[in-house]
């Protein structure tokens, strides 16, 4: 297992989670834009727009090398080295506020002095939380989970409840998922036992998220339905604007602007007070953006911390 | 001139904008929001949405006290003291594109180490640059300067410039104004003497922002400014969330939320490849987002930097 041959499976898991996607919407196609890194390496990003069930979304690969900058020097404590970085990142904003925003990124990295690991995650930020919507993504992410490790799940979920948290707000960004970072080599974990770990989770993408799409995207809304998917989506807006790592690495090395911020939603806004006319759905959904949901065995009694 | 003197100037200075805006908008009303500091102080936070002008804006004024917090103990390397701060910001959207966004803080910072200084500034961002409007403003700041200090425009301008910079687009926010900080008493300027600048740039604001009311809201406007006009606001967010110390501050020190993100537009969007669709007018204005304009002497010539 090459650097070459991850890149390709990610390019891979790039094409098919677009043809997927493609085949579900019904309607939006997938745009392209090729880039290059001046000192090495460059992505593919592929945005659709207007489609019948997603608003927005972004699907981008990238695979970038050269020498280590500086940063990178210093946090691993070398003077020269090589590094190759390649993953996809997805966000799909849904038109209906009833079909929930999702999140994937998986990523690998390795560095001339031996460094190699793999990172990532996915998540769920229903605008309405339909807790049979949130049982099934965590039942799936559990179940492949525990088809590598017992303790993957329990320490990747809580893992996610941590990142994706609006500490400004104490609210969570949705219903979690799960986050891992630096997954490397051990004695009884090997990086092809990690590599298949993380195809299986890019690989549940298009089913977990085409079921959803299908299932929610007849489901009927209108103006108060839209106001709210517009305060939950400004809520995203500050969640990876303040806190999200990678736009924050992306934003201060410089990185393609438009692929970074391909993850902010097409519409929202910030309306002084709108939290205090929220209804009774609006404050259910409000009232389970916590850490610490069992969500693999919800049973309408949340456990929150 | 007490701390009490200077924060009751502030509150006078929050009542006397508010009236201001409220009679040159014609039909929109703040909405007062009083609100306490359980270590001391609070605060009274007023909001306007819905005007016939002004779509969203906030003028708040707050004066907190007590024991200063840990993070200014370290930074002024005592171990004990007690702080004071007062001021009052302000961000306007209005509603429609040809008339400007504008913001202004002004503030008051004494600790009891002996620690006493004023700051603030008030820029400009206009959805789209009409250059009269910018000369007009920076002439009317720099007439205010010139009766106090040579220097101060030309030094606050350029702060200016340096602080509303939203580095990873590369543009300025818009067309500046002034910036100053840690204004504190020297051998030739009183504390009285800063107090006199930051209050003369104070009631500077009903004016100036008044005046480009009456001018601009009755120009036309259609669906394609309103889409830039989401452009140009989607950018005041990535400012705002990225860089903007006092929402960064606000948001580390566990501020009054709703207060510190007032700033944030009523209605936006991220909309991928939008640039694109740029036409002369749009293309006019994003040449202009840049630094070291020399707005008070423009001539349609700009020696850009």
Same mark, same amino acid.
């Given at each position: =297992? ?13 094409? +098919? ?18 880039? /290059? ?44 080295? %090589? ?9 799909? !904003?849904?038109? +209906? ?6 999140? =994937?990124?998986?990523?690998? &990295? ?12 996915? $998540? ?5 939380? *339909?807790? /049979? @919507?949130?049982?099934?993504? !965590? ?6 989970? @525990?088809?590598? $490790?017992?303790?993957? %799940?329990? /320490? ?23 986050? &891992? ?14 590599? @298949? ?13 085409? %079921?959803? =799409? ?25 969640? +990876?604007?303040?806190? $999200? ?15 970074? *911020? =391909? ?30 949901? $069992?969500?693999? +065995? %919800? ?7």
């Amino acid at each position: =297992m090459t650097k070459e041959d991850i890149g390709n499976w990610f390019r891979n898991l790039q094409d +098919n989670i677009c043809l997927e996607l493609e085949k579900a919407d019904g309607a939006g196609r997938f745009h392209q834009d090729i880039w /290059e890194r001046a000192e090495g390496g460059g992505g593919r990003s592929r945005v659709i727009q207007g489609g019948a069930v997603i608003e927005k979304g972004g699907v981008n690969f990238s695979a970038v090398f050269g020498k280590a900058p500086e940063f990178l020097l210093q946090h691993h404590k070398v003077t020269d080295a %090589y590094f190759f970085a390649t993953g996809v990142s997805i966000v799909i !904003h849904p038109k +209906n506020p009833m079909v929930p925003i999702i999140h =994937m990124n998986v990523r690998y &990295f390795e560095m001339s002095n031996g460094v190699k690991w793999f990172g990532g995650g996915i $998540d769920l930020t229903p605008h309405y939380i *339909l807790p /049979e @919507d949130a049982i099934h993504f !965590h039942t799936t992410l559990k179940t492949i989970c @525990d088809t590598f $490790d017992s303790s993957y %799940y329990p /320490e990747f979920k809580k893992w996610a409840d941590d990142y994706f948290f609006i500490k400004h707000r104490n609210e969570t960004r949705g219903v979690g998922g799960i986050f &891992f970072d630096k997954l490397s080599e051990t004695k009884s974990i090997s990086l092809q036992d990690r590599f @298949d770990f993380v195809l299986a989770i890019g690989n549940s993408f298009a089913p977990v998220y085409t %079921y959803l =799409m299908k299932k929610n995207s007849d489901l009927p809304f209108g103006e108060k339905e839209l106001q709210w998917q517009d305060l939950r989506r400004s809520r995203y807006v500050e969640f +990876n604007l303040v806190y $999200d790592a990678g736009t924050k690495f992306g934003l201060e090395t410089n990185g393609r602007i438009e692929s970074i *911020l =391909m993850s902010l939603p097409p519409r929202t806004g910030w309306v002084y007070g709108i939290e205090n006319t929220m209804g009774e759905k609006e404050r259910a959904t409000q009232n389970l953006l916590k850490k610490g949901i $069992d969500w693999a +065995n %919800y049973v309408g009694n949340p456990s929150a911390s």
